[in-house]
């Protein structure tokens, strides 16, 4: 009898494992809907694992998507416009990789959305952009509630107007170096959201940095001079701080 169980409980675990698959874009530039773009044939979903390669141009834009662990290897680019891509997995802590690019663009009114699940950490050397002078933005980072954690490694940047409706840990670089780009925190009216900068740095040299109903758990660190790209603004709304320090 407890032969037969083990056995169950090995094939049981085996089944459920073999679902998980590792799609690798090859085409040159395209949508992540199609499954004729993915290596092998198909799509990557959730509990899946999407690689970008160097020289290739992914779009979540027909539709939103979801996926486990992304990894960007340099020279790659994943765009997110106007939809919305679930990364991680409830419950569980997963590590993505960003080399390359991820951006997040708007269309319409409708922003384009990194909606973490889990705990999801975005590690590597690359960049997450919602900068409006390169074509991007709007951008924002979303969870479904305040049971989810983002992790930002250190060598990862994130630049432009993003807006963080989530807990995260920063260990990376948050930047606004831009008169026409604004990062937001927290919702205008509503408590959501807690930042832990420890580790990270908010650099502000233009533009606004604008700090709403947001729980601030580490140092701010930025800069609060004005720049030669313009004159750089930070809003203290109500975001609840338990120290706030600007380079």
């Known amino acids: 009898m407890i032969r037969i169980l083990f056995s169950l409980i090995v094939v049981v675990c085996t089944t459920a494992s073999s ?19 993915w290596d092998p044939t198909g799509k990557p979903v959730s509990g899946d694992t999407a690689i970008i390669p160097n020289g290739k141009t992914c779009l979540v834009q027909n539709g939103n998507e979801a996926v486990k662990i992304v990894q ?52 590597g050397s690359g960049i997450v952009s919602a900068r409006k002078a390169d074509g991007y933005g709007a951008g924002r980072f979303t969870s479904l509630n305040n049971q989810q954690k983002l992790t930002i490694n250190s060598g990862v940047t994130c630049k432009g107007s993003i807006t963080f409706l989530v807990d995260f840990d920063n260990y990376g670089t948050l930047q606004v170096d831009h008169a026409d780009d604004e990062m937001t925190f927290g919702y205008a009216s509503t408590q959501f959201g807690r930042y832990d900068g420890g580790g990270g740095t908010l650099s502000v040299s233009a533009g606004l940095a604008r700090f709403n109903h947001f729980r601030l758990a580490g140092a701010l660190r930025g800069t609060s001079r004005a720049a030669k790209s313009g004159s750089p603004t930070w809003q203290l709304n109500s975001a609840r701080r338990s120290r706030i320090g600007c380079n």
Request: aromatic letters at 8%; glycine letters at 16%.
């Open 72 to 123: 960007v290897d340099s020279g790659g680019t994943l765009g997110i416009v106007g939809r919305t891509l679930t990364l991680g997995v409830a419950g569980d802590t997963t590590s993505s990789t960003v080399n390359g690019l991820i951006y997040l663009k708007e269309s319409g009114a409708t922003p384009g959305v990194l909606k973490v699940q889990g705990f999801p950490t975005l590690g």
């Open 19 to 37: 679902f998980a698959t590792t799609y690798t874009f090859i085409a040159t530039s395209g949508l992540w809907d199609d499954e004729d773009n």
